[in-house]
Structure formats: C-alpha cells, structure tokens
C-alpha cells in the first residue's frame, strides 16, 4: 500500500512540472509554509508588470554622424505612447477549510507613461584652433524643434483595488504657437527688442490605474475572483501531494487630458526672452480608458499527504499494571512537511499513551508512533484514538482501539495448624465419630503396646520344646 501511494506522490510531482513546463513559458512560484510554526499556511511571492503601447508609438535617433569628425551632427524623431503597470504582492493559501486563498496587503508598485512628440537636431563641435579647444554642443538654428512631451510616475505600495486607485500625471514644456511683435509695429528693430503678445500651449495627462478584480483559479479552471484586500475565495481541495493555481489580476487605467491655453505678455532683450503669462485657461479632453488583463502567474502550493492509517488496533489482554505497545506507521507522499498530533477519550487519560505525542513527518518519508495501554482495571476497552494532521483532506484520521484489562491471579494462602489435641470436629471435645482414621499418634501408641505383648508370649531361649 505505501509503496502503491510513494509511487503516486512521485508521479504527481512529476506530472506538476511537466505541466508546468508545458502550460507556463515562466517557471512556477512555489509556495513556502508561512513560518515553521504554521503548517497550515503557504505563501508565495507574486510579480507582475505589463506595458500597453499605441501602434503609433515610435523613436528614431541617428545618433552622432559621422562618427570620429570635429563636426557631428544628430537628428531625432519620437512619438511616445505607453503606460506601463507594476504590480507585487503575495497568494496565500489557508487550510483546514481547504482551499482559502486570499492577497493580503501588497508589495512595491509603479505607474508609469509617457506620450507626445519630440522632433530636433543638434550639433557637437570638438575641434582646436591655434592651440585653442573649442567645444559646443546645441541645437542646430533654424530647425524647427518640438518638445511636446508628457511623462508621469509613481510608486505605491498596494494592489490598488477600486476605488482606491492610483493617480499620476504630467505636464508637457510650453510650446508657442504664435506671437504678435508689437514693438516692431511701432518701429523698434527685431534686431534690438521684440516684445507683444504670444500663445503657448500646455499639454497635461493624468492616468489613474484601478484593479477590478485578482483571479485565482486551478490551472485551467475559471471561477470567481478576489475583489478587494481582505477578500477571500475557496476552492474545493480535491486531494494529493500538491495543487496549482492561476493567478492573475485585472484592471483598468482612466485617462484624463487637459490642454492648457496660455495668453502670454513676452519681451525679448537681445537674445533673452521674458514672459508673463496672462492667463491659463484649461480645455478638457475625453481620452477613455485602457483595461489591463496581466499575464496569469503559475502558482504550485506544496501539500502534505498522509496514507491512511489502520481502522483499528487490538491489544488483546493485558494484567493491569503492566502494559503493552503497538506501532502505528505514519506515511507523508505528500511535497511538504506533514504534522500529526495524537488525541485520545478523555475518559482513558492515563490508560492510552502516545510516544511521542506529536510527530512531524518530512516528504517522501514516513515515522512510527507507538500507542501504548496500562489497564488500570479489570474488563474490555473500546475507544477511539484520533490523529489531528495538517493533511488538507485527512484533517481527522481515526483509529479505534480494542484492548482487555485482566486482573492479577489470587496469591496462595499459608498453612494454618490446627491446635493440639484437635480433631477438626466442631466441639473441641477429642472424640471421634465411628470409622473415623486414627490419628498418627494413636496408630504409634497400638504398634508399641501390640509388639510388648507379643514379646511376653515368646518361650524363653534355655526352655527345652515339650
């Protein structure tokens, strides 16, 4: 039988990472035991992070051309258009109301994006005249250069569940669309002053990321889901050395966009611009919204399994006061550490005793435990020793015992002498009734009076025969 039940538990873990090979491009996460003291709780590190790009999205940089020369030049294009969602945290999974799983709390988190437009080109110069090294690297004048960037981030420490979810947002640098040069109306040269009224523009997006929901189904299942940090969901444990579970989680990011109008008083002095912006006036954009549905993460929750025990042991009979010891083999083919405590009626305290009382029973591995009986009194004994084990579905295992106290055997009693002169009659008179044996001494005193006479009847020796 346990060498039947071995060879299944090495098949099942065998099978478990087949599986997992085959259904998970990423290895599992395998649950520990939540500490050494608590063998009825695993948890297992989760990560998950995914980027959703716009098909728009691109960058292009040709670098520093050409390559080793005192003039360079670079021209760059990009168009940025991703949220990126990082999220962590732990699956742990309870028994003995097999399965409780349950994602407490939350590890470290990050959102992230970044959309708009860059276009420029620059110069690098590197390069010695007379003795002199000049170095500068800038923009190349009169081409146009857009930075209409906006990034956001943030980094939290939750699973965000709605509603309460995480909020970031950026703001992009000004760019000018116009500008009306009233001092050159009046006259004054560009060359000197410019000065007049400008608009500029602001773009601002804000995404806020929310998750709906965790799912966390056995591999290849699909059930309810997890829906905010103290909720907890059961899935029925069907048995075995381990169990496996997909776990995912689902959400969404909300977009907000904003552009900012900026009427603006600008004066430039010989090359340095001063503005004062009049007013901001912001125009809200409907932009909608992105669901995020990450990659399911494998999760493989290491069980202990015991075989069952026998349904009954029978010590036969034994004197009280001795005692007698059966074995009992207690078998894990489960993949983690299984525990066993022994409880038994307390109406036979101190009649049944286990050595040891609690064992712990590695995986692949098996340890006897010896039940004893010390009958304290005469008669049969029934009743019933429980096992109560870490084993998700053997959490009682039940042995009922049979055993017979019998009683110690009478000790003989001494001899006890009769007083001299008694019979044994009742009375004590010294008389006995007719037929009754002599006794010792007076079948003594008839052989010495019946040899005295029998010597006086003998002829004497010199007597002549007649």
């Not at 346990?2 to 098949?11: D, I, N, P, T, Y």
């Not at 962590?88 to 994602?103: F, H, I, V, Y």
């Not at 494998?298 to 006061?321: A, C, I, K, N, Q």
């Not at 055997?409 to 002169?421: R, V």
Request: glycine share 10%; aromatic share 8%.
């Amino acid at each position: 039988m346990r060498s039947g039940r071995l060879a299944v538990g090495l098949s099942s873990a065998l099978s478990a990472l087949v599986w997992t090979s085959v259904a998970s491009a990423s290895p599992a996460v395998i649950a520990e035991y939540c500490s050494e003291t608590e063998l009825e709780c695993t948890v297992a590190q989760l990560d998950f992070d995914k980027t959703k790009q716009l098909p728009v999205a691109f960058s292009y940089d040709t670098g520093w051309i050409p390559p080793n020369s005192d003039l360079q030049v670079k021209v760059y294009a990009e168009l940025p258009a991703y949220t990126r969602v990082e999220l962590s945290g732990d699956l742990e999974t309870t028994w003995p109301n097999a399965m409780m799983l349950a994602t407490p709390g939350g590890g470290p988190a990050l959102l992230q994006f970044e959309y708009g437009l860059a276009i420029g080109a620059q110069a690098k110069i590197d390069l010695t005249v007379a003795g002199i090294g000049i170095k500068w690297t800038g923009d190349i004048p009169f081409v146009p250069k857009i930075d209409f960037k906006i990034a956001g981030q943030k980094e939290f420490s939750s699973w965000a569940f709605e509603p309460n979810g995480v909020s970031t947002s950026g703001l992009s640098p000004k760019v000018r669309l116009f500008d009306v040069n009233l001092l050159g109306l009046v006259g004054i040269p560009s060359q000197l002053s410019k000065g007049g009224v400008a608009l500029d523009v602001a773009g601002e997006l804000e995404a806020t990321y929310q998750t709906e929901r965790i799912r966390v189904e056995p591999a290849g299942g699909s059930e309810t889901s997890i829906q905010s940090h103290a909720d907890q969901i059961n899935r029925p444990f069907p048995g075995g050395a381990f169990v496996e579970y997909d776990v995912w989680p689902e959400g969404r990011v909300d977009y907000k966009g904003t552009l900012h109008i900026i009427p603006t008083l600008f004066v430039e002095v010989l090359g340095k611009d001063f503005s004062m912006p009049l007013v901001d006036i912001p125009v809200t954009l409907s932009i909608g919204s992105t669901e995020f549905i990450f990659d399911p993460v494998r999760v493989h929750v290491p069980l202990p399994d015991f075989e069952p025990v026998p349904v009954t042991l029978d010590f036969g009979t034994v004197s009280v006061g001795g005692e007698k010891r059966l074995a009992v083999d207690l078998s894990n083919v489960g993949e983690a550490k299984a525990r066993a405590n022994a409880f038994f009626d307390s109406s036979h305290t101190g009649v049944f005793q286990s050595y040891p009382p609690e064992v712990l029973v590695a995986s692949m591995a098996s340890k006897k435990v010896e039940i004893a009986f010390s009958p304290k009194s005469s008669g049969p004994v029934k009743t019933e020793l429980t096992f109560v084990t870490n084993d998700p579905d053997q959490r009682f295992m039940k042995i009922t015992l049979l055993a017979n106290g019998a009683a110690l055997p009478d000790e003989p009693l001494p001899d006890d002498p009769k007083p001299s002169g008694a019979t044994g009659e009742t009375g004590g008179c010294g008389c006995r009734a007719a037929g009754d044996a002599p006794s010792g001494g007076r079948w003594l005193g008839a052989l010495v009076l019946g040899a005295f006479a029998w010597r006086r009847r003998r002829p004497a020796p010199w007597t002549a025969a007649a």
